[in-house]
């Protein structure tokens, strides 16, 4: 068993007090997800643009469960997949990016210079409305924040820059997107933000779920008053997202595994 044992190589030497202090964020977010229930074993990838870097964001090395990633095991990159820096996993252990990760994440980067933050998952629950002809029903406050979701067919395994292209103009200028019989996707200028938002979205796919699961008719809010709800919810209207909530959790994965930090 000791052949797989991961032996990470400290990078806190190795970078800027300010990329080390994106690594960390990055890699507390890892951590939620996989503790809210939002991962998937290897798959799927959150990335962060490093300060002062426009053209390099940081990634999970694909290979590495969420619950056992570290600041020093994330990956840079650059919008062209080239490695800028990783650690040595030690061993006989290599991890590398994975490909469908840099696709969907530098396109983002890319074309959003105001998103910091990219999490794309594949729950249960947003696979289940994802695949869903209705999509994401505005049916409780929560869901309301979501009304103008952007939503992009599915075209298979997202491994072909051409996709990039569409993916970009379905997000539009949104926050949050719905990849057809795939899975959840949000976009924040922090780390904090993005969380947010795919913490509330995941919560909106579960609740419409349990709703439509009861078969009985839903209860509708005039159009007018779900107009009026996402509009309390935008930037300027009220606090910046993750503000306030962000430090919390970073006092909750820090009672979870303050390895995280390493």
């Known amino acids: 068993m000791t052949r797989y044992q991961l032996n990470i190589s400290p990078m806190r030497s190795r970078v800027s007090d300010l990329e080390w202090d994106a690594r960390v964020d990055?890699?507390?977010?890892y951590r939620?997800?996989?503790?809210y229930g939002m991962s998937d074993m290897v798959a799927n990838h959150i990335s962060m643009r490093v300060p002062g870097e426009p053209d390099a964001f940081l990634i999970n090395a694909y290979g590495m469960l969420?619950?056992?990633?570290?600041?020093?095991?994330?990956?840079?990159?650059?919008?062209h997949g080239n490695i800028l820096s990783?650690?040595?996993?030690?061993?006989?252990?290599?991890?590398?990016?994975?490909?469908?990760?840099?696709?969907?994440?530098?396109?983002?980067?890319?074309?959003?210079?105001?998103?910091?933050?990219v999490i794309h998952t594949h729950t249960?629950?947003?696979?289940?409305?994802?695949?869903?002809?209705?999509?994401?029903?505005?049916?409780?406050?929560?869901?309301?924040?979501?009304?103008?979701?952007?939503?992009?067919?599915?075209q298979g395994v997202v491994l072909?820059?051409?996709?990039?292209?569409?993916?970009?103009?379905?997000?539009g200028e949104n926050e949050a997107l719905i990849l057809r019989n795939h899975?959840?996707?949000?976009?924040?200028?922090?780390?904090?933000?993005?969380?947010?938002?795919?913490?509330r979205l995941e919560v909106s796919?579960?609740?419409?779920?349990?709703?439509?699961?009861?078969?009985?008719?839903?209860?509708p809010v005039p159009e007018e008053v779900r107009a009026a709800t996402y509009r309390q919810y935008q930037p300027g209207t009220r606090r910046p997202y993750g503000l306030m909530e962000w430090a919390a959790l970073l006092r909750l994965a820090d009672r979870l595994d303050p390895s995280y930090a390493s």
């Open 205 to 219: 796919c579960r609740a419409q779920l349990a709703a439509m699961a009861c078969n009985t008719p839903l209860h």
């Open 66 to 79: 969420y619950e056992e990633i570290t600041a020093s095991s994330l990956l840079k990159i650059d919008h």
């Open 160 to 171: 072909d820059l051409s996709e990039q292209q569409s993916l970009i103009g379905d997000l």
């Open 26 to 29: 990055l890699a507390a977010c």
């Open 124 to 154: 249960w629950a947003g696979m289940a409305i994802s695949s869903l002809e209705c999509g994401l029903l505005p049916i409780n406050q929560t869901s309301m924040r979501f009304l103008k979701i952007g939503y992009h067919e599915y």
């Open 86 to 117: 990783k650690p040595d996993f030690g061993g006989n252990v290599d991890y590398g990016v994975n490909k469908a990760g840099f696709v969907i994440h530098s396109a983002i980067h890319e074309a959003r210079p105001e998103v910091d933050c």
């Open 183 to 199: 899975g959840l996707l949000t976009a924040g200028r922090s780390v904090g933000e993005a969380f947010n938002w795919m913490h």
């Open 32 to 35: 939620l997800i996989a503790h």
